[in-house]
């Protein structure tokens, strides 16, 4: 499969935020140097690509637009010209026109990465799918946080990664790395 006009790159909130409590350890260190070289590679093609970030509405949250951690991290910024979505839950088709946006521009094929692959990542992705659209994650370019479960004990961020990963990759998207997409891309 190549990536054409038809195919968008969207990064999701992609935000300092995270780095703030009550966020915890996080997996995947490599998560933003990953994202760098997609939007890069992304960006040499031409290809459609929308920004996509967390505006939460919860008092005190980190990525509260009132709070420095809405802030996209760096290198993740919008370029001119490049669309920016606002959302303040975890689809990022709920409640915003991104959707409608994407229908204009004819995509049939939506490639995800961001923060957190078990929440907004994983939301946004079921929510494609179920839209109609070939949904790709690249799971390298995406992380998520320990969690603690239900009898308090701390689920490694690690394995929520690779669950998450599996359940999509079963029902609701293709689940890549970032050296397959940039290889596609230089083959296109």
């Known amino acids: ?11 999701i909130d992609v935000q300092c935020g995270f780095d703030y ?5 996080r997996n995947n260190p490599a998560m933003e140097d990953n994202g760098r070289r997609l939007l890069a590679a992304w960006r040499e093609r031409g290809l459609p690509l929308i920004h996509v970030r967390h505006d939460s509405v919860q008092q005190g949250s980190s990525l509260a637009p009132s709070h420095p951690g809405n802030a996209m991290r760096e290198g ?3 370029q001119a010209g490049e669309a920016l979505v606002s959302k ?40 494609a799918s179920n839209l ?4 790709t994650v690249i799971g390298d370019a995406c992380a998520c946080f ?11 961020a690690e394995q929520i990664q690779r669950a998450h990963l599996a359940t999509l990759r079963a029902e609701f ?4 790395d970032t050296d397959e997409v940039v ?5 296109t």
């Open 21 to 25: 409590p009550p966020w915890g350890r």
């Open 183 to 187: 290889a596609r891309l230089r083959a």
């Open 1 to 11: 499969m190549s990536y054409d006009q038809r195919s968008i790159l969207i990064p």
């Open 146 to 156: 320990d969690l603690r479960d239900a009898d308090g004990s701390v689920i490694a």
């Open 88 to 127: 303040s839950v975890n689809a990022a088709f709920i409640g915003t026109d991104l959707d409608l946006r994407l229908r204009r521009l004819g995509i049939e094929q939506v490639l995800l990465f961001g923060i957190s692959t078990d929440m907004c990542v994983s939301t946004t992705a079921r929510v």
């Open 173 to 176: 998207a293709e689940v890549m």
């Open 132 to 135: 109609g659209y070939r949904t």
């Open 76 to 78: 993740f910024e919008p």
